[in-house]
């Protein structure tokens, strides 16, 4: 496994979480050079990008998360966070962190994300 994703779990809205991937495999200049991101999947809905770093510049936020979600990466720990605050009852999802290297694409095993109204 490259991705090992973890921190999801049953909050109340409002609430927050703060999600954590690892790629222990990856080495460490592959893993500073890899555009990370979360993406998550909803039922009965696509799987959709919540945030990601890209090679360069600055992240990239979905629009519904923006201002609640941020997401980090550190490279000396090859991990990267997403920090989700004031929770909604619609970010209920199973959240996959993912990695693309050149041609190369990993996904996590997924964190299910349940917000209760």
């Known amino acids: 496994v490259q991705l090992q994703a973890s921190g999801g779990g049953l909050v109340q809205a409002g609430g927050s979480l703060r999600l954590s991937c690892k790629a222990p495999?990856?080495?460490?200049?592959v893993f500073w050079a890899a555009e990370m991101g979360w993406y998550r999947q909803a039922p009965g809905k696509q799987?959709?990008?919540?945030?990601?770093?890209?090679?360069?510049?600055?992240?990239v936020y979905a629009d519904s998360v923006k201002g609640r979600f941020t997401i980090s990466k550190d490279n000396a720990r090859k991990t990267i966070s997403l920090q989700m605050n004031s929770l909604k009852p619609d970010d209920t999802a199973v959240y996959y962190c993912?990695?693309?290297?050149?041609?190369?694409?990993?996904w996590g095993q997924g964190t299910l994300v349940t917000v209760s109204s």
């Open positions: 993912n990695s693309k290297r050149g041609q190369t694409v990993d």
């Open positions: 495999r990856f080495i460490s200049s």
């Open positions: 799987r959709e990008l919540v945030a990601l770093i890209p090679t360069s510049g600055a992240p």
